[in-house]
């Protein structure tokens, strides 16, 4: 169960990261920006193009509280899906490894008798040993504490990375490939 788990997380992880597409870089100079609106009745407009839609304070901790939420407000929805499909993968797994938890612990003192045996006319009982020890119970505890650590790092990831997103909100990047004459170069552009 938790061979196939690990591969359709890297399936998926594989598939967010190559659904990205490579462009050429585009030359941002030749788009023309739009000119500030006139001023009304003598009062001071604040310029509204650079600012984010989320403070970056709330964007942290809307996004701890429930990860993927701010980066979908701030248009980053390739992040939000990977930071949700991250907390459900826990949370679903947090409830397995607790229900296995639930049952080595209550089968652990659990004796089988394998046969009866008679010995003198006292009659015996032949019983294997527990399926689940006391380190199997152990083991599968840290399986459970291994999935919170994952889900609470998935909090703390995706509030740092919405509270940086919200910082870097006016400064648009594109990343992009292009093919020189001796290899492949990866190019960037940013647009202020």
């Given at each position: 169960?938790l ?13 967010l ?24 009745n003598n009062?001071?407009?604040v310029d ?11 964007a ?8 993927g ?12 899906v ?19 938890v639930?049952?080595?612990?209550r ?7 394998v ?9 015996t009982?032949?019983t294997?040993?527990p399926r ?13 504490e291994?999935w919170?650590?994952l889900?609470?790092?998935n909090?703390?990831f ?14 648009g ?9 001796n290899?492949r ?8």
């Amino acid at each position: 169960m938790l061979l196939s788990l690990s591969r359709l997380v890297t399936a998926v992880a594989i598939t967010l990261g190559s659904t990205s597409v490579l462009t050429a870089q585009i030359d941002t100079l030749a788009r023309p920006r739009p000119a500030p609106a006139p001023a009304k009745n003598n009062t001071s407009q604040v310029d509204s193009v650079g600012r984010p839609p989320i403070t970056p304070r709330r964007a942290f901790l809307y996004s701890f509280l429930l990860p993927g939420y701010s980066q979908g407000v701030l248009g980053r929805n390739k992040a939000a899906v990977a930071f949700g499909l991250v907390e459900g993968i826990s949370l679903v797994m947090i409830r397995e490894s607790a229900a296995d938890v639930h049952e080595a612990r209550r089968i652990a003192d659990d004796s089988v008798i394998v046969s009866y045996g008679s010995s003198g006319g006292i009659t015996t009982r032949v019983t294997a040993p527990p399926r689940f020890t006391n380190a199997y119970v152990h083991t599968r505890e840290a399986h459970v504490e291994d999935w919170v650590a994952l889900l609470v790092a998935n909090h703390l990831f995706a509030g740092a990375d919405a509270y940086v997103a919200a910082h870097l909100w006016d400064i648009g990047a594109q990343l992009g490939m292009r093919l020189s004459p001796n290899g492949r170069v990866l190019t960037a552009s940013f647009k202020f």
